[in-house]
């Protein structure tokens, strides 16, 4: 649809044409329990190669929300560990709509955190290999997930699991969703569900 809007806004041809898209998939609910979130932290210790960086991307990913990319690129600079602050907006990066923020560290992950920094790295980024950032983590993250015997994850999975923590500590929407770095629309259409007051004033009326 957007190549045919395309064509008729430069002229190459003379009407637009409608397009029927299939309706949209329903958003995916998978996330990890406590206990599976330990088993996949321990299995990515025992990696030949990523025994480093996979646990602490996991890491990031529970305790901070956050998007693949997002914390691949995430460079030292960002990161405040005196104010325990992490700013995921890339310098000079234009702004889109999915946004990072700024959110405190979790008091859990800071201590990885530091660990982490004490290595230091040549290179500024957080997430990184024999002192070179990672491109991706998709390997290392599905082979930690065959150890520790979890099915149907990806890495997004983290972001999903941080935010159904979140919503089931009964942590205000507003400030999870600027914790998270999306809406209180998204997050309360996608996992209010979790929250202890769900719908808790439609049953209390009674």
């Given at each position: 649809?957007?190549?045919?809007?395309?064509?008729f806004?430069?002229?190459?041809?003379?009407?637009?044409?409608p397009?029927?898209?299939p309706p949209p998939a329903?958003?995916?609910e998978?996330?990890l329990?406590?206990?599976?979130a330990?088993?996949l932290?321990n299995?990515a210790r025992t990696?030949d190669r990523?025994?480093?960086?996979?646990?602490?991307?996991i890491l990031?990913g529970?305790?901070?929300?956050?998007?693949?990319e997002a914390?691949?690129s995430?460079r030292?600079s960002q990161?405040?560990?005196?104010a325990?602050?992490i700013d995921?907006?890339k310098p000079?990066a234009?702004?889109?709509?999915k946004r990072r923020?700024?959110?405190?560290?979790?008091?859990?992950?800071?201590?990885?955190?530091?660990?982490a920094r004490?290595r230091?790295s040549?290179t500024?980024y957080?997430?990184?290999?024999?002192?070179?950032?990672?491109?991706?983590?998709?390997?290392?993250?599905k082979a930690?997930c065959?150890?520790?015997?979890?099915e149907?994850?990806s890495a997004?999975?983290?972001?999903?699991?941080?935010?159904?923590?979140?919503?089931?500590?009964?942590v205000d929407?507003?400030?999870?969703?600027g914790f998270?770095g999306?809406?209180?629309?998204?997050l309360?259409?996608t996992?209010?569900h979790?929250?202890?007051d769900?719908?808790?004033?439609?049953?209390?009326a009674f």
């Open positions: 649809r957007a190549a045919m809007n395309h064509a806004a430069e002229s190459r041809i003379t009407r637009q044409v397009m029927k898209l329903p958003p995916r998978r996330w329990t406590r206990a599976e330990a088993r932290v299995a990696s990523a025994s480093l960086h996979l646990p602490l991307f990031l529970l305790y901070c929300g956050k998007r693949k914390i691949l995430l030292w990161v405040d560990l005196d325990g602050r995921w907006e000079g234009r702004v889109t709509k923020g700024r959110n405190p560290i979790p008091r859990k992950l800071l201590p990885h955190l530091r660990r004490a230091g040549d500024g957080v997430i990184t290999f024999n002192g070179r950032p990672v491109k991706d983590i998709k390997t290392g993250f930690a065959i150890r520790a015997q979890i149907d994850a997004h999975t983290l972001r999903h699991t941080c935010a159904t923590w979140l919503m089931q500590r009964g929407v507003w400030e999870a969703a998270l999306m809406t209180p629309e998204t309360q259409k996992y209010g979790h929250h202890p769900f719908q808790s004033a439609a049953a209390n």
